[in-house]
């Protein structure tokens, strides 16, 4: 099992930015793909942006705007959300997946990550 420990979350007004850092630990060794998804209140679950290697893939709504990274040596995944909007205001999850077929396919399905961060609350005011 792998343990996600997810932070940064913050308030801020929109326009601003925030980081968030998700440190991975125990059986690191089984994840081949991270991603960052995110719940708003009284909606769904939805994927934010995977990475797998050196390739990402975000949803529309922020592409141009987040930026998903990853330090294997620090075991620690981010994501750079800058441009922030009201309608981003939700908890954020970060998630790892032990099984990567065709990957680019699923990243952004959530039954298909095995282990998830308690996640960080960003909330972004008008």
């Known amino acids: 099992q792998v343990q996600l420990v997810d932070s940064g979350g913050g308030s801020v007004q929109a326009g601003g930015s925030l980081r968030l850092s998700c440190v991975a630990s125990g059986y690191t060794y089984r994840r081949c793909s991270m991603a960052w998804f995110r719940q708003a209140p009284g909606k769904e679950r939805e994927g934010v942006a995977g990475i797998y290697g050196s390739s990402t893939r975000y949803v529309d709504s922020v592409k141009g705007r987040f930026t998903i990274s990853q330090d294997n040596a620090k075991n620690t995944l981010y994501l750079q959300m800058n441009s922030l909007k009201p309608e981003d205001t939700a908890m954020y999850y970060c998630?790892?997946?032990?099984?990567?077929?065709?990957?680019?396919?699923?990243?952004?399905?959530?039954?298909?990550?095995?282990?998830w961060g308690q996640g960080t609350q960003v909330t972004v005011s008008s």
């Open positions: 998630a790892a997946m032990a099984s990567c077929g065709i990957w680019y396919l699923r990243w952004y399905r959530q039954n298909d990550y095995s282990d």
